[in-house]
């Protein structure tokens, strides 16, 4: 069974940081994207950042320079590291697993696994 749990949310003057972790369980042979949301009160939830099987990076254009995504050891962890953050960066952020394959023990049908979210608060 799989697990996805997000921690280290807060709030946070404008121009400061924070540090979000992701931990997933399960499947632990299993490559995987992993990826982090965010969606803000009265908005729909948006990409933020992805690494994915092969260690590629990518960022929303509206997170790039300020935001880094980074994989654990064990690669079932990632971490965001947000610098320079804006009120507008505030929202709740969640973690998302998928794309899970490469071993026979990985699941036959792909879907997504979604963790609870964090929230992540930009005062100015």
């Known amino acids: 069974q799989v697990q996805v749990v997000e921690s280290g949310g807060g709030s946070a003057q404008a121009g400061g940081s924070l540090r979000l972790s992701c931990a997933a369980s399960?499947?632990?042979?299993?490559?995987?994207?992993m990826s982090w949301y965010r969606q803000a009160p009265g908005k729909e939830r948006e990409f933020v950042s992805r690494v994915d099987t092969t260690g590629s990076t990518s960022y929303a254009d509206s997170v790039k320079g300020r935001f880094t995504i980074s994989q654990g050891n064990a690669k079932n962890t990632v971490y965001l590291q947000m610098n320079s953050l804006k009120p507008e960066d505030t929202a709740m952020y969640y973690c998302k697993l998928s794309n899970l394959g490469g071993h026979w023990s990985c699941p036959l049908v792909k879907r997504d696994y979604w963790g609870q979210g964090t929230q992540v608060t930009v005062s100015s």
């Open positions: 399960g499947y632990i042979y299993c490559s995987r994207d």
